[in-house]
């Protein structure tokens, strides 16, 4: 976590590759923001040559089925953002407008490492404006059955807590605990890869879904055994990279949060849901710009001029089924 001003990158910076779901190729350029603008998604490629600009907000997101998307899909919305997000969250940036030329963040390797080394790449610029976080104030939890995730308070930074539990043993139960901040980012969770099992993909694939997917872009499963020859990059890389798509679901929140995030069995639907919640309930989060401030200091820098709390977009639902 960086505490002090906004930043935004030094320079552009370029990507091509391809859509997990619709295998087309796809540009994507990251170009730096000025302070207060956010992360915003710039989308190209639609008919009549038009474009459409779509907030990396909470209130954007359309579906959390196969992935998280922004915005009306017939429309031009944006999906499959969650590792780009959190590349650009777990770097601790401020601002960074997203020009895509189709519907679908390219998947790379099925990590966050490309979205990484290209921002790496260019750089990241302090501008000269006081950075505001996201407090959390009070615990705000959702459950689905067995499955919860939950957001509380912490006095600095933001620490997620995340386990998985699959009754196949080759995954199992595992748990993943970090305190995000961009070293830790980049060499615990950065490179761990989105996974599935081949019998899922071949019913996305009868679907129309996951026509990009293959070993070069996700950790395969079959029978109890994992097909990449080279095999897995952490011992637990399935329960990091559950918590990195935590980190860039949760970076939909619109700012640094401060406190600790934990779920058990969760997903995008359940990162989804927890952020609803918590904006559902103005006494849950205040915006600050010292992290240090008091609960009470930070209840009233969130009031608004007529005494009211600043509780963002609206939400959309979207709870269909987690699948990745």
């Not at 992360?39 to 089925?65: D, P, Y």
């Not at 959190?86 to 679908?104: F, H, M, R, T």
């Not at 970090?178 to 019913?203: N, Q, Y």
Request: with cysteine.
């Amino acid at each position: 976590m960086r505490y002090g001003n906004q930043t935004t990158l030094r320079s552009w910076a370029v990507l091509d590759g391809f859509g997990v779901h619709s295998n087309s190729p796809v540009k994507l350029t990251l170009s730096p923001s000025e302070a207060g603008s956010g992360i915003t998604f710039l989308r190209t490629g639609l008919e009549g040559g038009h474009e459409r600009l779509i907030a990396a907000n909470w209130g954007q997101v359309s579906a959390t089925q196969l992935c998280t998307a922004l915005g009306d899909g017939a429309a031009g919305g944006v999906q499959t953002v969650e590792h780009l997000m959190a590349a650009i969250s777990g770097l601790g940036i401020d601002n960074v407008q997203v020009e895509i030329d189709g519907p679908e963040v390219p998947i790379m390797d099925g990590s966050a490492h490309d979205f990484v080394e290209a921002i790496d790449s260019v750089g990241i610029e302090t501008l000269d404006a006081p950075r505001r976080y996201l407090k959390i104030l009070k615990t705000v939890r959702v459950s689905h059955g067995d499955a919860y995730s939950e957001l509380r308070p912490a006095t600095r930074g933001f620490k997620l807590d995340v386990e998985i539990d699959f009754s196949e043993a080759i995954i199992g139960r595992q748990r993943y605990r970090l305190d995000l901040e961009p070293g830790r980012f980049r060499k615990e969770i950065s490179r761990a890869r989105t996974f599935g099992f081949v019998s899922d993909v071949k019913r996305l694939w009868q679907a129309g879904f996951a026509l990009g997917s293959s070993l070069e872009n996700s950790v395969a499963l079959e029978d109890g055994r994992i097909l990449n020859p080279e095999g897995l990059r952490y011992a637990d890389e399935f329960a990091r990279h559950k918590t990195l798509d935590a980190v860039g679901d949760l970076a939909l929140a619109g700012a640094p949060i401060i406190g600790a995030y934990s779920s058990y069995r969760g997903g995008h639907r359940m990162n989804f849901a927890v952020l609803e919640a918590l904006f559902a309930d103005p006494d849950a989060y205040a915006y600050v710009q010292d992290s240090s401030r008091t609960q009470e200091n930070a209840r009233r820098d969130s009031l608004n001029a007529f005494g009211q709390a600043d509780v963002g977009l609206a939400g959309i639902p979207a709870f269909s089924p987690k699948m990745k």
